[in-house]
Protein backbone atom coordinates (compact mmCIF):
# COMPACT_ATOMS: atom_id res chain seq x y z
CA UNK A 1 0.00 0.00 0.00
CA UNK A 2 1.51 3.49 -0.90
CA UNK A 3 2.62 5.67 1.96
CA UNK A 4 -0.21 8.42 0.78
CA UNK A 5 -3.30 6.14 1.03
CA UNK A 6 -1.96 4.71 3.99
CA UNK A 7 -1.54 8.16 5.75
CA UNK A 8 -5.05 8.71 4.69
CA UNK A 9 -6.74 5.69 5.60
CA UNK A 10 -5.46 7.06 9.24
CA UNK A 11 -6.67 10.05 9.67
CA UNK A 12 -10.15 9.03 8.16
CA UNK A 13 -10.38 6.29 10.70
CA UNK A 14 -8.84 8.86 13.81
CA UNK A 15 -10.92 11.70 12.97
CA UNK A 16 -14.05 9.12 12.07
CA UNK A 17 -14.86 12.03 9.47
CA UNK A 18 -17.21 9.67 7.20
CA UNK A 19 -19.83 9.14 9.83
CA UNK A 20 -20.38 13.10 9.44
CA UNK A 21 -22.18 13.94 6.05
CA UNK A 22 -19.72 16.14 4.41
CA UNK A 23 -16.71 16.03 7.00
CA UNK A 24 -15.32 14.12 4.03
CA UNK A 25 -14.76 14.80 0.77
CA UNK A 26 -13.03 12.74 -1.87
CA UNK A 27 -11.47 14.81 -5.20
CA UNK A 28 -13.60 17.87 -3.50
CA UNK A 29 -16.76 16.54 -3.26
CA UNK A 30 -18.46 16.13 -0.07
CA UNK A 31 -18.72 12.22 0.98
CA UNK A 32 -22.62 11.81 2.36
CA UNK A 33 -23.20 8.04 3.18
CA UNK A 34 -26.95 8.56 3.38
CA UNK A 35 -27.07 9.45 -0.03
CA UNK A 36 -25.51 6.18 -1.30
CA UNK A 37 -28.77 4.24 -2.28
CA UNK A 38 -27.37 1.08 -3.48
CA UNK A 39 -28.53 -2.25 -1.30
CA UNK A 40 -25.53 -3.33 1.14
CA UNK A 41 -24.63 -6.67 2.43
CA UNK A 42 -22.39 -6.19 5.05
CA UNK A 43 -20.38 -9.18 6.90
CA UNK A 44 -18.89 -8.97 10.36
CA UNK A 45 -17.33 -11.54 12.21
CA UNK A 46 -18.71 -11.85 16.22
CA UNK A 47 -15.09 -12.55 17.44
CA UNK A 48 -13.29 -10.26 15.30
CA UNK A 49 -10.37 -7.75 17.38
CA UNK A 50 -10.09 -5.57 14.66
CA UNK A 51 -13.24 -4.30 13.41
CA UNK A 52 -15.43 -5.32 16.20
CA UNK A 53 -19.00 -6.32 15.09
CA UNK A 54 -20.61 -3.83 16.98
CA UNK A 55 -18.60 -1.15 14.94
CA UNK A 56 -19.27 -2.62 11.32
CA UNK A 57 -23.19 -2.82 12.33
CA UNK A 58 -23.20 0.84 12.77
CA UNK A 59 -22.48 0.63 8.76
CA UNK A 60 -26.50 -0.25 8.44
CA UNK A 61 -27.43 2.95 9.69
CA UNK A 62 -25.34 5.17 7.62
CA UNK A 63 -26.01 4.21 4.35
CA UNK A 64 -29.23 5.33 2.25
CA UNK A 65 -30.23 2.17 0.70
CA UNK A 66 -31.24 -0.98 2.67
CA UNK A 67 -28.75 -2.91 4.00
CA UNK A 68 -28.38 -6.91 4.91
CA UNK A 69 -26.23 -7.40 7.40
CA UNK A 70 -24.72 -10.60 8.09
CA UNK A 71 -22.72 -11.94 11.55
CA UNK A 72 -20.56 -14.65 11.11
CA UNK A 73 -19.48 -16.71 13.78
CA UNK A 74 -15.94 -16.58 13.46
CA UNK A 75 -13.01 -14.12 13.69
CA UNK A 76 -11.05 -11.82 11.79
CA UNK A 77 -9.82 -14.03 9.01
CA UNK A 78 -12.41 -16.91 9.38
CA UNK A 79 -15.54 -14.50 8.85
CA UNK A 80 -14.49 -13.60 5.22
CA UNK A 81 -13.05 -16.60 4.30
CA UNK A 82 -15.25 -19.16 4.90
CA UNK A 83 -16.09 -21.40 2.63
CA UNK A 84 -19.50 -22.55 1.76
CA UNK A 85 -18.43 -26.38 2.24
CA UNK A 86 -17.32 -25.60 5.90
CA UNK A 87 -19.69 -27.87 8.18
CA UNK A 88 -18.91 -26.09 11.04
CA UNK A 89 -19.38 -22.73 10.01
CA UNK A 90 -22.80 -20.68 10.91
CA UNK A 91 -24.23 -16.91 10.48
CA UNK A 92 -26.83 -14.77 12.05
CA UNK A 93 -28.75 -12.87 9.75
CA UNK A 94 -32.54 -11.03 9.55
CA UNK A 95 -34.17 -8.71 8.23
CA UNK A 96 -34.73 -5.78 10.13
CA UNK A 97 -31.29 -3.74 11.23
CA UNK A 98 -32.42 -1.97 14.17
CA UNK A 99 -29.99 0.95 15.58
CA UNK A 100 -28.99 -1.38 18.66
CA UNK A 101 -26.73 -4.30 17.59
CA UNK A 102 -27.85 -6.24 20.54
CA UNK A 103 -31.32 -5.98 19.03
CA UNK A 104 -30.33 -7.11 15.89
CA UNK A 105 -28.93 -10.53 17.96
CA UNK A 106 -31.77 -10.94 19.75
CA UNK A 107 -34.28 -11.03 16.47
CA UNK A 108 -31.40 -12.57 14.13
CA UNK A 109 -31.86 -16.39 12.67
CA UNK A 110 -29.09 -18.65 13.33
CA UNK A 111 -28.06 -20.17 9.98
CA UNK A 112 -26.11 -23.26 9.51
CA UNK A 113 -23.12 -23.05 7.18
CA UNK A 114 -21.29 -20.37 4.97
CA UNK A 115 -22.70 -16.83 4.87
CA UNK A 116 -21.31 -16.70 1.65
CA UNK A 117 -24.24 -18.93 0.05
CA UNK A 118 -26.87 -16.56 1.13
CA UNK A 119 -24.39 -13.89 -0.04
CA UNK A 120 -24.76 -15.77 -3.59
CA UNK A 121 -29.18 -15.80 -3.57
CA UNK A 122 -28.80 -12.24 -1.88
CA UNK A 123 -26.69 -10.98 -4.70
CA UNK A 124 -28.75 -13.17 -7.59
CA UNK A 125 -31.80 -11.31 -6.86
CA UNK A 126 -29.85 -8.09 -7.63
CA UNK A 127 -27.81 -9.15 -10.62
CA UNK A 128 -30.35 -9.08 -13.49
CA UNK A 129 -29.76 -11.09 -16.53
CA UNK A 130 -27.22 -13.38 -16.93
CA UNK A 131 -24.64 -13.05 -20.42
CA UNK A 132 -21.77 -14.80 -21.57
CA UNK A 133 -18.64 -13.17 -20.48
CA UNK A 134 -16.34 -11.94 -23.09
CA UNK A 135 -14.12 -13.48 -25.16
CA UNK A 136 -11.18 -10.80 -24.55
CA UNK A 137 -10.37 -7.65 -22.59
CA UNK A 138 -11.01 -4.47 -23.83
CA UNK A 139 -13.67 -3.49 -26.55
CA UNK A 140 -13.73 -0.96 -29.59
CA UNK A 141 -11.58 1.79 -28.70
CA UNK A 142 -11.06 0.77 -25.07
CA UNK A 143 -8.16 -1.48 -26.29
CA UNK A 144 -5.87 -3.05 -23.34
CA UNK A 145 -2.85 -0.63 -22.31
CA UNK A 146 -0.44 -3.61 -21.30
CA UNK A 147 -0.48 -6.97 -20.21
CA UNK A 148 -1.96 -8.36 -16.65
CA UNK A 149 -1.55 -7.12 -14.22
CA UNK A 150 -0.97 -3.56 -15.57
CA UNK A 151 2.16 -1.24 -15.20
CA UNK A 152 0.48 0.94 -12.46
CA UNK A 153 2.96 -1.93 -10.32
CA UNK A 154 5.73 -0.36 -11.10
CA UNK A 155 4.66 3.19 -10.27
CA UNK A 156 5.93 4.39 -6.83
Known sequence: MPAGLHRD???LSL?????????????GVPVELDKISADAYVVAGIADHI?????????????????QFVLSTSGHIA????????AKASFQTGTDTPADPR???????????????????????????????????GRGMHKPLAEAPGTYVFDA
Open 15 to 27: ANKLVTPGAATAR
Open 79 to 86: APVNPPTN
Open 51 to 67: TPRQSCYRTTGLLGGKT
Open 103 to 137: EFRAGAEQVQGSWWTHYSDWLSTRAGELVPAPAGV
Open 9 to 11: FLE
